[in-house]
């Protein structure tokens, strides 16, 4: 499977899930992760996303690995909702970029 990782926190460019072929992105206020049960590895999301977040799951790097489970976590999180078309980027998602620490700014 293929997973979001932090940078996207705060960010949310949604490139991302115009290109799924399968429509296994789901949403939060803050961020979206992929679906491990629906993901077909066909990686054509990996070089949509204008900021580097998406990674096959075995390129997540070391210090990210809990993105993973958390992926898998939050697609089922009955609040978080299936995302097929893209939209504006969060407001002050330029002011985000990049920054360490994303995590502890997660809404779900
Ligand atoms: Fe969708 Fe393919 Fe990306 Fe998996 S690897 S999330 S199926 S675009
Ligand atoms: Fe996030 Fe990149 Fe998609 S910022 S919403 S993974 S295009």
Sequence with gaps: TFVVLEDCIRCKHTDCVEVCPVDCFYEGPNFL?????????CALCEPECPIDAIRAEDEVPAEQQHMTALNAELARHPNWTQ????????????????????????DR
């Design 33 to 41: 992760v992929i679906n491990p049960d629906e993901c077909i590895d």
């Design 83 to 106: 995302i097929r078309e893209a939209r504006e980027p969060l407001p002050d998602h330029e002011q985000w970029r990049g920054k360490p620490g994303k995590l502890a700014f997660l």
